[in-house]
């Protein structure tokens, strides 16, 4: 049922016969309602919802799109497909309706396809009919039932991954959007075989995407694993607010993660407090020399070696490469970060440390990047000097670690190689730079996280030595923030004339090639100043043609097109 101008539309199915009926209201005149039309046909699940644009009232069928205005008229002939699950929406005075699994816009004369069923970057699990949908100024949220999970989609012109539904097997039937006296906006989910509905915090912020997991009494439970596998989510924020009861002693609550959707096995953290919480960042890159080397500094034994570096913005390092070979089976490499005296030398303890199997290094004097994790990192100061100290103390002459360096012409700013001969007493300055890279944070209290699919696993322990209760988890909440958005829309011109020049094509096929790939996924990747883009969508041709109205009647086709791309890096 909906509402055009006072008049009340209204459809209705019946089983007995099979039909649909059109009814139509004067809503402020009772008793006069009206079938308009009745029209025989199936229907799968659920009617969709009739929707209107304020002018015209839309009913989704399976065998098309009615105009239901007055007398209903079929506008949208779908009798080749006959979803009988149809769904539809308006989105910015368009129509928006799904026929199998394509999304189709129709702007009340013609119709187009806009995905997703071209994939648009979406792996095979996140492929499957458009169970429901709902629209807002910015975005249409798409509910997609996958084959083992249903997954949000959103689109502004482009698709992209929001979010994921925690529970295996349930299927979306309606979704829609509140808002509320705290002020968060809220997408819910009705599930079609499913008691319980869900929400997601916040869609009009998009992409910020919370789940709420409540009461695990015992054991354990895996969230849904964190990015959507859409290009453009590979860097994120993710957090994670644990409300716990129990916490006394040593009961805590164990975060595990596995990357790239592997079985989550490092420990990210224990929890130790009623209410916590997790932050996940991207790596970052920050200081590194990674070009030039020409030799190599041993380290074995009591010989250690260091490179000084002076980051230029604050951050918490948590991960270093070091361009590193064997020679015979050095062992355990254990990797650290020391402060620096008024040398620039390094003193004192680990202020955090890793370790790597030098075992597994490759003999080739190539090298490899090897990169070794310092647990929870530690916070660096901008323009300060720390040093990265490296040593195999299970080695000796014979079997050795060799660490990649530039002795001829070493440019690193930020500091130096040193060499060590006493277990990292006493240093000397050496005039070369060892090859390294620093990765880690912009927060103080957050884990940097390499990989774009992350699995976290929340364990709940209980040490039985001291007798105590097994924590409960009331409940977490996650969140997911692309930090930063990293996804442009933008407009080119097309000069049709120098375009067939340079080609040496007619106007008219670089018209028809423009056609031809505003179909297709993707374009190459290409680069502009320093960047390089990883994919580009063309979305469509904003403006008509531009051409002077003279030549244009004389067959010249000499203007500029312009297109919309969306570019994801």
């Known amino acids: 049922m909906t509402d055009l101008g006072g008049t009340l539309h209204v459809l209705t199915f019946s089983s007995t016969p099979n039909r649909y009926v059109f009814g139509i209201q004067d809503r402020l005149l009772a008793g006069t309602y009206s079938q308009a039309l009745a029209q025989g046909g199936q229907v799968g699940t659920q009617l969709a919802p009739l929707v209107s644009d304020g002018v015209r009232v839309f009913a989704a069928l399976p065998d098309g799109i009615w105009d239901f205005t007055a007398v209903p008229s079929k506008v949208v002939d779908a009798e080749r497909t006959l979803d009988k699950n149809p769904m539809q929406v308006m989105y910015q005075n368009y129509l928006y309706f799904k026929n199998k699994n394509s999304f189709m816009q129709y702007d009340g004369a013609k119709v187009k396809n806009v995905g997703y069923d071209l994939e648009d970057g979406l792996p095979s699990e996140k492929m499957g009919p458009i169970t429901a949908a709902v629209s807002t100024w910015r975005w249409i949220y798409a509910a997609v039932q996958g084959p083992t999970y249903s997954h949000i989609l959103a689109y502004d012109g482009a698709w992209q991954y929001y979010a994921r539904w925690p529970s295996a097997g349930v299927w979306v039937k309606d979704m ?23 929400y997601f915090l916040n869609p009009m912020v998009n992409p910020l995407q919370a789940g709420t997991y409540s009461y695990v009494p015992s054991g354990y439970f895996n969230p849904p694993i964190f990015a959507g596998a859409m290009p453009e989510i590979l860097g994120g924020f993710y957090r994670m607010i644990m409300t716990s009861d129990n916490i006394d002693g040593n009961n805590n609550v164990r975060i595990r993660y596995g990357l790239d959707g592997q ?106 990047w090897r990169e070794i ?11 300060t000097k720390y040093a990265l100290v490296v040593r195999a103390t299970a080695g000796d002459v014979n079997n050795l670690l060799c660490w990649r360096t530039d002795t001829t012409s070493p440019a690193y700013a930020g500091g130096n190689s040193l060499s060590n001969g006493d277990s990292g007493v006493t240093w000397t300055t050496l005039a070369n730079d060892n090859m390294f890279e620093e990765w880690g944070t912009a927060l103080s209290n957050s884990i940097g996280v390499q990989g774009y699919r992350i699995q976290p696993k929340i364990e709940l322990f209980r040490n039985s030595a001291d007798g105590g209760t097994t924590p409960i988890l009331r409940e977490v909440l996650l969140q997911y923030l ?12 097309i000069d049709l004339k120098e375009t067939a020049k340079k080609w040496v094509y007619p106007e008219e096929a670089v018209i028809g090639s423009l056609n031809y790939v505003s179909n297709l996924k993707t374009l190459a990747p290409f680069w502009y100043g320093q960047l390089g883009t990883t994919y580009v969508k063309v979305l469509d041709y904003p403006s008509n043609e531009k051409t002077d109205e003279a030549k244009y009647f004389e067959q010249e086709r000499t203007g500029f097109v312009r297109i919309r791309l969306a570019e994801i890096l």
């Open 176 to 198: 829609f959007l509140s808002n509320a006296p705290d002020g968060i906006d809220r997408l819910f989910c009705i599930p079609g075989n499913d008691n319980y509905p869900g």
């Open 263 to 368: 079985v989550p096995s490092t420990i990210l953290g224990l929890v130790g407090t009623t209410h916590s919480e997790i932050i996940l960042l991207p790596l970052q890159q920050y200081e590194n020399y990674t070009s030039g080397d020409d030799g190599y500094d041993d380290v074995y034994g009591i010989n250690w070696r260091s490179q000084t570096f002076t980051p230029s913005v604050s951050h918490t390092i948590t991960n270093i490469k070091l361009l590193l070979y064997r020679i015979g089976s050095p062992g355990t490499i254990t990797v650290s970060i020391r402060a620096v005296d008024g040398s620039g030398k390094p003193t004192g303890s680990d202020l955090a440390s890793g370790t790597t199997d030098g075992n597994t290094l490759p003999t080739s004097t190539v090298g490899e």
């Open 373 to 383: 994790t310092l647990g929870a990192g530690v916070l660096l100061t901008a323009a």
């Open 482 to 493: 692309k930090d930063p958005n990293k996804r442009y829309l933008y407009e080119a011109e």
